[in-house]
């Protein structure tokens, strides 16, 4: 239990650390910019609490927004999808969701990648129209939302892919 807490704790603080430092300074073409934060919202085990997931993903977004100056919309962001994550895992592992047996180690690619995606293309269109937040400017949301979401869940998957253990 205690190894479990200090790895989610350091993967919080890093996932904070690669986006502040590293990942906000990429704007490219003004429509690309990864938010791979979002990692720790997914990765988080199946079988904890999730009222403990809404309200670390509520930290998590707001301590983005403390260092981008914006206003809280990656904590609305944060929340929506930490919320929604259930009915994501559902659909995407289907029946191993159920029997609350989701390793994510150990689920195929396809049904990773179908969660990543949903994940991201959610929190990126919240994420999107809440800066945005004009319905006039829905293309550009939509532009925003989709070309960042690919960046994303690529470097995601080559996170998850770089830093995961196969296990037997």
Do not use: C, W
Request: hydrophobic residues 55%; charged residues 10%.
């Amino acid at each position: 239990m205690n190894s479990i807490f200090s790895i989610h704790t350091i993967r919080f603080i890093a996932l904070i650390l690669i986006q502040v430092l590293i990942l906000n300074h990429i704007n490219f073409l003004g429509y690309i910019n990864p938010y791979i934060y979002i990692l720790f919202i997914a990765l988080f085990p199946v079988k904890n609490n999730r009222v403990v997931l809404i309200m670390l993903s509520f930290i998590l977004g707001i301590t983005i927004d403390m260092f981008l100056d914006t206003g809280g919309i990656h904590a609305g962001a944060s929340v929506f999808i930490a919320y929604i994550r259930p009915v994501i895992l559902k659909s995407s592992f289907g029946t191993i969701y159920e029997h609350q047996s989701v390793k994510f180690n150990t689920v195929d690619f396809g049904s990773k990648l179908t969660y990543f995606a949903l994940l991201t293309i959610l929190h990126h269109f919240v994420l999107f129209s809440l800066e945005i937040f004009s319905i006039s400017k829905i293309i550009l949301i939509f532009q925003k939302t989709l070309f960042s979401s690919i960046f994303t869940i690529i470097i995601s998957v080559v996170v998850t892919i770089i830093f995961t253990r196969k296990s037997k």
